[in-house]
């Protein structure tokens, strides 16, 4: 297991802060617009912030303004309170709730001198709150969470750790933007909203093909939530597996139906079941079954899948229309905020913005596993991956700048290449783990095959 210092957790809590910096600051709906001021006049704005009403529409955003700094104080409690000591861990506490707090009042008083930015209390308090979240989420994590997933890396079943992780990475993901409905008017609302959800596809409004590729996407992300009930039931009978599938795929749409936001298909019912159900059989496939070598299997593939895979990217793009505009009528519709980072994920939705982040990640993390699958185990190859992963990208990106009616985002190459990079760099490291759960499986079988055998009850 990867063993991170204080100066790490010190580094990506000043890299953590930076970015909300930028995001509070620097991105705004008219870019990055400094008006100066008088801080006096300034500091007297501030003390007369007062709470504003807000609509159910306004409620995704403050849940996003609430989660955003848990990160931070998660970061800088495990800097300041990794001892056990009582008094130790007292004092980290104490630190970062100060540290977190007087950072996000830093924040809020700069925004005044950063007009149409609006600072109320409504988004002080709601910051304030993700302060103390993530002192509780490290505080959970260290006493609780930690020591648990410590046992089962020392016991050989990190799959256990990445596949619970994704899972439940995916199941916030389907119930973004955590809109929960909270009065009847919200639920009037969302009735409302789910007679021209239910029953429609995902992508409606583009081509068929596209459609399909969304369905298919959606169901190869429910697989590994299949492999995770797997690997924690391996005692379980394939059937019973499958029905606790198909029975979380139930839960996770009926949660999403009192989500405002969030889109419920009922045909997701089928596509997600399949994919968690594949999910299952994969891992009830590989008991027992030597992996060591499997992967070179796979890297014979590689050569037929990239013109595949690169025609997939540029019909996602949306490049392979036949419509194209001269140089000069691209460039007179670019816009100079246009070229901040990350500026579109500011205007649209926190939703969306997450989506489009997952999204881009998929598209460009194959990069790195095919690349890992014909260079082989621990060869060199993170910078390699991310380098085609971004040259492909900016490439799309500026055939966008072509396309009419479509909007370039020069971001998007940056994650690309994080995703292609982490892709190579993780998958020895999974690989493995997906080995020993082979072997573990395997062994398992034969033990309580074996005690079946002698007429002795099996236990596991």
Known sequence: MIALRRNHFLALAALYASAMVYMSLVLGPTGFHYVPMD??????????????????????????????????TFLINSTFGLGIVTGRRTTGIVVTLVTGVLFVLAIKYAQIFFPPRTVTLNYITAQLIGVVLGVVAFQFSHT?????????????????????????????YYLMPFDITLSIGDLAARALELFGILFSLPGEGHGATYQLLLVVADMLTAIPLGMYLAVVGRQRTTRRLIWRAIGVVLLIFFA???????????????????GAIIGVLAIQRIKGKDLRKRHYYFSRYVPTAIPIYLLLVMFVSGVLSSQWWTLDEATNALEPRQFLPFWNFYIVSKAHAAQSLVVTSMIYAPIGVMVWLRRGFWSSGTTFSASLAFALSLTMELARMMKPGLRPDFSDPVIAAIAAGIAFKA???????????????????????MQQKAGEPASA
């Not at 020591?147 to 995916?170: K, N």
Request: glycine share 8%.
């Open 427 to 449: 998958l020895p490291f999974l690989w493995r783990m997906f080995e020993r759960e082979a072997a573990r499986s395997g062994t398992l079988d034969s033990y309580i095959a």
């Open 39 to 72: 801080f006096g006049d300034a500091w007297e704005k501030f003390l007369s912030v007062r709470f504003v009403s807000h609509g159910s529409n306004e409620r995704p955003d403050w849940i996003a303004n609430m989660l955003m700094p848990a990160p931070l």
């Open 144 to 172: 609780k969470l930690y020591p648990r997933l410590l046992g089962l890396f020392e016991d050989g079943d990190g799959l256990t750790i990445v596949l619970g992780a994704y899972s439940a990475f995916l199941v916030a």
């Open 256 to 274: 999403q139906i009192f989500v405002l936001g969030s889109e419920p298909f009922l045909v997701s019912l089928f596509y997600r079941s399949a």
